[in-house]
């Protein structure tokens, strides 16, 4: 392709990093509970690893290290766990001109992250997150590059949705061009779509669950993207995790208070039940559990909390609706459509169902669940 095509495609690429806040939408499987026992669930073994991994499987696991990263001006992108000291991969013009953000998890917490290393021409940065550090990173694959039609899966935040998965191929390699201020060099060229908010989210090989990139730029009204090449930065990352910046690139060393917009409770009550049920459906119980709050706990053990999803399949949820109370809780309540199997018969069943969303040690957690069938298939 000629250098000039690529000149004059540099001029329409968006960075994708959004600005302002955009309001959730959730689409649907989310969940239903009864008191003490799980009503519905997925047809799974409990966490345990399969030697082939599917599509959903290596999805589920890499959205649980993906966050959500919010700037005090309101701009927004992602990024993901890589190293077991908490510290987050992004794009720099993500984070750029902030030292502090906020970071919400898959399993909504919402947490303070510092900027503690950022590239002037290079488009990468690293978030440490304290409360991550522990925390089982992402793989990344250091290495052999991708090549022209590796089946790929970028996850990222576009316009404030959590979590959203686009797939494709790597359609192109070697791309060079610059925006702004930042060269980029030996970019993948994708099929999937980088929209506002998926700057900073991992590249994801298709067959092993392994990061190869960062998601970095988009063209405008095109279903192409561009992603960084992890080996090409993961040097520069691992310098600034081993010695943090004092100072940043224009900013005071000064780390400040965080300020901005917070994270509205009914968008995150609504999307850690739809988290649960995404754990659930992908046969982690171990990691649903954790969703629960305390007393739930108390009254059911994880034996039986596993036992009563093994045998529910398709789950869907119509007529979703999540209410405030007072600042630290909500009610969330849906109708139930799921396949449940008894004796090697499948039935389809209804159920009305609420979920308690509420704080506990400043996590939000499923505190109680309760429903009652309305409606079984003949």
Do not use: C
Request: aromatic fraction near 8%; charged fraction near 25%; proline fraction near 3%.
């Amino acid at each position: 392709m000629k250098r000039e095509w690529w000149a004059a495609l540099a001029a329409s690429l968006l960075i994708a990093a959004g600005g302002g806040w955009a309001a959730w939408t959730l689409g649907e499987a989310v969940p239903a509970g009864l008191d003490g026992r799980p009503l519905l669930a997925a047809v799974g073994t409990a966490g345990e690893k399969q030697a082939g991994k599917t599509i959903k499987d290596i999805i589920f696991e890499t959205q649980k290290q993906v966050v959500m990263i919010e700037t005090p001006t309101g701009s927004q992108g992602s990024g993901f766990l890589y190293n077991w000291q908490g510290d987050v991969l992004t794009n720099a013009h993500v984070v750029a001109g902030s030292r502090t953000v906020k970071v919400k998890t898959a399993d909504a917490r919402e947490l303070r992250g510092e900027v503690i290393g950022i590239g002037t021409d290079t488009d990468i940065a690293v978030v440490r997150v304290k409360a991550l550090e522990g925390t089982e990173p992402l793989s990344l694959k250091r290495s052999a590059m991708a090549e022209v039609g590796d089946e790929v899966v970028a996850v990222g935040s576009p316009l404030g949705l959590q979590n959203t998965v686009t797939t494709g191929i790597i359609s192109g390699v070697g791309r060079h061009f610059e925006i702004g201020s930042f060269r980029y060099r030996d970019m993948y060229q994708i099929s999937a779509p980088i929209a506002p908010g998926n700057s900073g989210g991992p590249l994801v090989d298709r067959m092993t669950g392994s990061v190869i990139g960062i998601n970095s730029a988009g063209v405008e009204k095109n279903a192409i993207g561009f992603s960084m090449p992890i080996d090409n930065v993961i040097a520069m990352a691992e310098e600034w995790s081993a010695n943090p910046m004092t100072e940043l690139p224009g900013i005071s060393a000064d780390i400040g208070t965080d300020e901005g917009s917070e994270f509205q409770l009914d968008q995150m009550a609504e999307y850690l039940v739809r988290h649960f049920y995404d754990s659930l459906n992908s046969g982690d119980y171990v990691y649903a559990y954790t969703l629960l709050g305390s007393e739930w706990k108390e009254k059911t053990s994880y034996e039986a909390f596993r036992e009563g999803y093994l045998q529910t399949k398709n789950v869907k949820l119509d007529n979703l609706r999540v209410d405030v109370i007072g600042n630290e809780t909500a009610d969330v309540t849906a109708i139930i459509t799921a396949d449940e199997r008894s004796e090697g018969t499948t039935r389809v069943r209804k159920y009305q169902v609420s979920y308690r969303v509420g704080y506990e040690n400043d996590q939000l957690k499923l505190l109680d669940g309760k429903g009652r069938a309305i409606d079984t298939d003949k």
